[in-house]
């Protein structure tokens, strides 16, 4: 069963920074792209940012490229988030996922839902 933690959500204001950390396990994964998707409330959840396990190829979504980084440790199956000058409507729950497709617009996606992590920006 492939399973995510995810950690480094917080209240940060406008222009702030936070780093998010993702630990899967489960199964291997070398061949998949493992990213981020949120969901912010009341809100349906945006693909935002995957890296390619095999080439440590990037994709972003529009709205966060220039200020979001994704980067991952391979040997440690954990994919990060730097995240840079974040706004408020970065607001939402942050959520790690294998990437069968890497195409944040219509992802599919491996295995389920973890807690996520909350990131919220204030004015």
């Known amino acids: 069963e492939v399973q995510f933690v995810e950690s480094g959500g917080g209240l940060v204001q406008a222009g702030g920074s936070l780093r998010l950390s993702c630990a899967a396990s489960?199964?291997?994964?070398?061949?998949?792209?493992i990213g981020w998707i949120r969901q912010a409330p009341g809100k349906g959840r945006e693909g935002v940012s995957c890296?390619?396990?095999?080439?440590?190829?990037?994709y972003y979504a529009d709205s966060v490229k220039g200020r979001f980084t994704i980067s991952s440790d391979n040997a440690k199956n954990t994919v990060y988030l730097q995240m840079h000058s974040l706004k408020p409507e970065d607001t939402a729950v942050y959520y790690c996922?294998?990437?069968?497709?890497?195409?944040?617009?219509?992802?599919?996606?491996?295995?389920?839902w973890g807690q996520g992590t909350q990131v919220t920006v204030s004015s």
């Open positions: 996922r294998v990437f069968l497709n890497s195409d944040l617009k219509r992802p599919i996606l491996l295995g389920s």
């Open positions: 489960g199964f291997s994964f070398d061949d998949r792209a």
């Open positions: 890296i390619r396990r095999s080439d440590g190829t990037t």
